[in-house]
Nanobody, 115 residues
Framework: VQFVESGGGLVQPGESLRLSCAAS????????MNWYRQTPGKERELVAS????????NYADSVKGRFTISRDNAKKIVYLQMNNLKPEDTAVYYC?????????RGQGTQVTVSS
């Protein structure tokens, strides 16, 4: 099981980024996919998730209305569209999934929101 995130960077407040996560090594279409974020000294936060069959989405209160998670089962990619970014969104963003009762995640991509 492998995840490779991309799309992070340095942006100004109010700008947008789209993160991508390419998955491999498991039946992507059968599993809920998640985006997490973490900053030093804080616990990892589940930002958004999208279910396998119905693509039902769920978001942390802190990003509702600004972030959108989506998935492309044919390409085995999960996306996180982040709009109206705020300085408090600065973090390392990871994608991951629980596959056969084991939690996996990628190496992460840094998102920095600063003026």
């Amino acid at each position: 099981v492998q995840f490779v995130e991309s799309g992070g960077g340095l942006v100004q407040p109010g700008e947008s980024l789209r993160l991508s996560c390419a998955a491999s090594g498991f039946t992507f279409s059968s599993y809920t996919m998640n985006w997490y974020r973490q900053t030093p000294g804080k616990e990892r936060e589940l930002v958004a998730s999208v279910t396998a069959v119905t693509s039902r989405t769920n978001y942390a209160d802190s990003v509702k209305g600004r972030f959108t998670i989506s998935r492309d089962n044919a390409k085995k990619i999960v996306y996180l569209q982040m709009n109206n970014l705020k300085p408090e969104d600065t973090a390392v963003y990871y994608c991951g999934a629980r596959v056969r009762s084991v939690d996996y995640r990628g190496q992460g991509t840094q998102v920095t929101v600063s003026s």
